[in-house]
Every structure is written in C-alpha cells, then in structure tokens.
C-alpha cells in the first residue's frame, strides 16, 4: 500500500472478508492476473490443509473454494487498467503504477 501511495496514487481498496465476492469478480481478477484459479489459492491457510490439500479442483470448484473460505485468496491484488498483479513481494505492482 505503502508502495502506491509513495506513487502519488490513493488505491480504491476492497475489503474482501467484510464486502461480498461474486463469482465474476475472482474471474475478472483471474482473467486480469492472467493465471489459474489454483494459483491464488493460499496452500499456508488452515482451510485449504482441512479442505482441499492434495484434491484435484477444477476451476470452477477453485473458484467456489474461494466464495466459501475467502482467506484461501492470496493477496493484496492490485488491479490497474484490466491488469493485475499480486502485491507479495510489493515490488511485483511497480510495472503497473509506472
């Protein structure tokens, strides 16, 4: 966050455990980041250990894992102009906020 706002940018921030997410949201994070539904998956979380470690998901179910437990997202994800990046390590936003 640090990182942006040093840029001059004031980032719009969703709140991802207190506002809902849809379906179409991860996908267009998905489609912005340009990788798999399994790629945003926190394998680290008690959730995923309990739930889904060593399952084969399709994306779709990926994407559902993600609606039911949404700590499974790894995050921060900044979006910019249909373009995202994940913000772990923070250095990874910088082509986006050039």
């Not at 840029?7 to 340009?34: H, M, N, V």
């Not at 998956?41 to 399952?55: L, Q, T, V």
Request: aromatic share 8%; glycine share 6%; hydrophobic share 40%.
């Amino acid at each position: 966050m640090q990182l942006i706002q040093d840029k001059g940018i004031e980032p719009e921030i969703f709140l991802y455990l207190e506002e809902k997410l849809s379906t179409k949201l991860i996908q267009d994070a998905l489609k912005a980041l340009g990788f798999p539904a399994e790629k945003l998956i926190r394998k680290s979380e008690p959730a995923y250990k309990e739930n889904f470690k060593g399952k084969s998901l399709s994306e779709a179910e990926w994407i559902d894992a993600m609606l039911q437990y949404p700590k499974l997202i790894e995050r921060p994800i900044v979006i910019k102009d249909g373009k995202a990046a994940l913000g772990r390590p923070p250095e990874n936003v910088l082509d986006l906020i050039k």
